[in-house]
């Protein structure tokens, strides 16, 4: 994927970035399919309306981007950091949520009551109840 811009509307299937930064690219409405993301970070880009499919994404960094309106499908993320991005009416049903910290950025999204069971112990630890049975 090396010099390579990403680009709206696109349709991405089976690509792999490693090791790219992506700053105020525009690529709403894309589909990422079946891609592998590592260490890739995108700063102040418009991912809006994108959709991610069968996707894994490693030590991503997502700064400051558009991530309104987009839909995540069996997605795993690990040691992802989505600082400052926009995600009102993210839907996350589906995407595997291995969250440390920053639940904040959670606001505005849609998951489903497996991932919410699978992330309790950590929003709790976060927010310092101590469940006890």
Not at 124 to 132: D, K, P, R, S, Y
Request: with cysteine.
């Amino acid at each position: 994927m090396a010099g390579r811009e990403l680009r709206p509307d696109e349709q991405y299937d089976g690509e792999r970035f490693a090791d790219v930064a992506f700053d105020q690219a525009v690529a709403g409405n894309s589909l990422f399919l079946d891609c592998s993301l590592a260490g890739v970070s995108f700063s102040d880009c418009n991912l809006r309306k994108c959709r991610f499919t069968d996707t894994a994404m490693r030590e991503v960094r997502i700064v400051g981007t558009d991530l309104a309106e987009t839909g995540w499908q069996d997605v795993t993320l690990t040691g992802a950091d989505f600082t400052k991005a926009t995600c009102t009416d993210v839907d996350l049903r589906g995407a595997s949520l291995g969250i440390a910290a920053g639940f904040e950025a959670l606001r505005g999204t849609t998951i489903d009551s497996v991932q919410l069971v699978t992330l309790a112990p950590q929003l709790a630890n976060h927010l310092g109840i101590t469940v006890e049975d």
